[in-house]
Nanobody
Framework: QVQLVESGGGLVQAGGSLRLSCEASGRTLSTYAMGWFRQAPGKEREFVAAISWSGKTTSYADSVKGRFTISRDDAKNTVYLQMNSLKPEDTAVYYC???????????????WGQGTQVTVSS
């Protein structure tokens, strides 16, 4: 069993940056692919970014490509999402997830955190 806790969310102006962290406990993250998803009010949860268990492969939603970077530090059992050039449309609750493969579908992930709110003001 893996417990995931996100942190780093908050209120930021458009154009600003935030770094989200997802710390795991219970088991090491080193054998899991990790993903970030987000859900805005009234919308479905959507894929943001994913990273393979080795860290060698990453993927991004088109809407965040070039602005967001996913990374992992297995020594700290933590995954990060660096978000730059934030836009109001990035406002959402951001969730991290752990699973067997890095994929853009939520069904690929077995464990989920509770989420952290990101609000971008215009």
């Amino acid at each position: 069993q893996v417990q995931l806790v996100e942190s780093g969310g908050g209120l930021v102006q458009a154009g600003g940056s935030l770094r989200l962290s997802c710390e795991a406990s219970g088991r090491t993250l080193s054998t899991y692919a990790m993903g970030w998803f987000r859900q805005a009010p009234g919308k479905e949860r959507e894929f943001v970014a994913a990273i393979s268990w080795s860290g060698k492969t990453t993927s991004y939603a088109d809407s965040v490509k070039g602005r967001f970077t996913i990374s992992r530090d297995d020594a700290k059992n933590t995954v990060y999402l660096q978000m730059n050039s934030l836009k109001p449309e990035d406002t959402a609750v951001y969730y991290c997830a752990a699973g067997g493969r890095a994929h853009y579908t939520a069904a690929a992930y077995n464990y989920w955190g509770q989420g952290t709110q990101v609000t971008v003001s215009s």
